[in-house]
């Protein structure tokens, strides 16, 4: 057998048999090299009860070359892309060694979620929002993870039902009376969203934005 | 060949063989008449002192690795008595599984690897899959096999990192490389002995001399040597061994093998 295809069914047949780390590895149509991967958000953090899908993808040279990773689940972290799902961490670059597994791997992204890197930023919004208010920053992650990966939110009742709609500004990060008081200006609620959150529209940062810079980027 | 490796991009020339021919040194010598002549007296003393050859390896930043591993075996292999040499070499590999394991590495990640290293030696005084013991030629065909060469240059990394990990004597030289920081064996492990293509330093040489238990001799060639000397570091490690050193020959950021004789020698005429 292919030493590849030896080592990927070993590294599932092990993650298999590990059931306290609630890490699991399932087959794409039968494809033992395309793989999705998922685990528990970690306690204490905004992900605490989501549960983070992830596509697996085992390059050709496995495991001389890193596995290929990015998440399904959309996340808020300044790590990962929250549009593509793209990951920013060293073992899944030049840092990685084929001692890491495919479970390994996983757990990093685990430990990931725990600790923010902002200065080494995949979603450079993402790492503003995190560094402008940190307490802000968790409340959206909070509601990302209840939106995406059915957590149980602030108050802690989960998802109000399936076809509720998403509260856009709770998703963006933003203040109600922010997003209330340049709707007054008469601009459409989505375009004023879109541009406060560019902006990075939050906490302190609210002192450092004139308001006509707001009204000029809401004219464009 | 066509596969790529992290660090294929660094080597200015990416075709060369993950393991060359032993060619004369004279080669070498060609390619800096031109350039530096610290460098070209420097190899004019070696080839004084019989250093006549050299097998060139690629400059992925396995080349340490890589090196130590081929010329390991071929110590082997051209052994007085390699039943002895090859025992006492499968013997040392052998205690070396339970080490990998006590300091965290998973069976399941490092077997394949160790039976690749394990398989060829044992090929040295057993035929092989295909009914032959292994010559220079099959050796040099082994080496040049990514899968092959990839698990042997793992393996050895993890061996340097399990004696790292286990050896107090060596914690207060795990510096980072570029800050000069101070750092514990684990992150130093993690980032400058496991990552693939991460190039070996004093340190990690040290380790895995201790390790395999071979001698191994380092030339530095760096073109300043007012006498066009070149001195030789001794990782002398390993007081009790059956096989003669390792002698390679440094370039600033690569390694090659240094030998005294300038050719691969013809194998003998199998018997049918």
Request: aromatic fraction near 8%; glycine fraction near 6%; charge should be negative.
């Amino acid at each position: 057998m292919d030493a590849r295809l030896r080592r990927v069914n070993k590294e599932i047949a092990d993650c298999k048999s590990d059931k306290s780390s609630r890490v699991t590895i399932d087959l794409v149509d039968d494809n033992p090299f395309h793989l999705i991967g998922a685990f528990d958000g970690p306690e204490d953090t905004p992900y605490e009860g989501g549960r983070f899908q992830v596509d697996i993808v085992i390059p050709d040279n496995y495991p001389f070359q890193p596995v290929k990773m990015k998440f399904i689940t959309k996340v808020y972290h300044p790590n990962i892309s929250s549009a593509s799902g793209a990951i920013c961490l060293d073992i899944l670059k030049d840092a990685w060694s084929p001692v890491l597994t495919l479970k390994s791997t996983l757990i990093s992204l685990q430990s990931l979620l725990c600790s923010p890197e902002p200065r080494d930023p995949q979603d450079a919004e993402v790492a503003k929002h995190y560094m402008t208010s940190k307490s802000s920053f968790e409340k959206t992650a909070r509601y990302w993870t209840m939106i995406y990966a059915g957590g149980p939110g602030e108050d802690g009742a989960g998802r109000p039902g399936k076809d509720a709609a998403k509260d856009e500004i709770a998703m963006a990060g933003l203040d109600r009376a922010h997003v209330a008081q340049f709707e007054a200006l008469g601009f459409d609620r989505s375009k004023v969203i879109d541009v406060l959150r560019r902006m990075n529209y939050r906490g302190a940062n609210v002192a450092n934005i004139n308001d006509d810079r707001v009204v000029e980027e809401l004219l464009k | 060949m066509s596969q790529s490796f992290p660090g294929d991009a660094l080597d200015d020339t990416p075709s060369r063989p993950l393991i060359a021919p032993l060619a004369p040194m004279l080669t070498l010598r060609e390619e800096y008449v031109n350039g530096s002549q610290g460098f070209v007296k420097q190899i004019d003393y070696l080839i004084s002192e019989g250093w006549i050859g050299v097998r060139r390896t690629r400059g992925d930043g396995d080349c340490f690795y890589r090196s130590l591993a081929f010329a390991y075996i071929e110590n082997i292999l051209n052994a007085s008595d390699t039943m002895l040499a090859a025992t006492g070499a499968l013997s040392v590999l052998e205690a070396s599984q339970p080490q990998l394991e006590q300091v965290g590495f998973q069976r399941l990640v490092f077997e394949d690897f160790y039976d690749c290293l394990a398989g060829l030696i044992n090929q040295v005084i057993s035929p092989g899959p295909d009914g032959q013991v292994l010559n220079i030629n099959t050796l040099l065909e082994a080496f040049n096999n990514p899968e092959v060469s990839n698990s042997i240059v793992v393996y050895l990394r993890l061996l340097t990192s399990a004696e790292i990990k286990t050896n107090p004597e060596i914690a207060a030289f795990l510096i980072h490389p570029e800050t000069g920081e101070q750092m514990d064996p684990e992150s130093f492990c993690n980032n400058f002995v496991e990552a693939v293509g991460k190039e070996a330093d004093h340190v990690q040489m040290n380790a895995l001399a201790t390790a395999l238990k071979v001698n191994v001799n380092v030339a530095y060639l760096d073109g300043h040597d007012p006498q066009g000397k070149v001195s030789f570091v001794p990782f002398q490690n390993a007081p009790f061994t059956f096989l003669e050193p390792v002698n390679l020959l440094y370039r600033p950021g690569h390694y090659d093998i240094l030998d005294r004789r300038d050719a691969d020698p013809i194998p003998p005429l199998l018997v049918q």
